[in-house]
């Protein structure tokens, strides 16, 4: 099994950065695609940013060129960094690793909060 540990959220002011980490552990052999999900206070929780083990991204429109999700050699951490960060950002954010056969891992969840 794969386990996920989320840190890097916090407070910050609008138009301010924060970056996510997400390490990952266990039989980590088998994930083909790590990515960010969140999820805000009466909505549902949707899908952020992903990389695969090719190199390929994906991100939602509503923060594309603002966030960048990266991953380093090992491809055991994930990252991303929050840029021109805007009060609709605030939800909790969730690490995500799928294994080949589809099997989903979550992490506990990091709270995000943009207000002045």
């Known amino acids: 099994q794969v386990q996920l540990v989320e840190s890097g959220g916090g407070l910050v002011y609008p138009g301010g950065s924060l970056r996510l980490s997400c390490a990952a552990s266990?039989?980590?052999?088998?994930?083909?695609?790590m990515g960010w999900y969140r999820q805000a206070p009466g909505k549902e929780r949707e899908l952020v940013a992903v990389?695969?083990?090719?190199?390929?991204?994906n991100y939602a429109d509503s923060v594309k060129g603002r966030f960048t999700i990266s991953r380093d050699n090992a491809r055991n951490l994930v990252y991303l960094q929050m840029n021109s960060l805007k009060p609709e950002d605030t939800a909790v954010y969730y690490c995500n690793a799928r294994r080949s056969d589809g099997i989903l891992y979550w992490g506990q969840g990091t709270q995000v909060t943009v207000s002045s």
């Open positions: 266990g039989s980590f052999f088998s994930i083909n695609a």
């Open positions: 990389i695969r083990n090719s190199g390929y991204v």
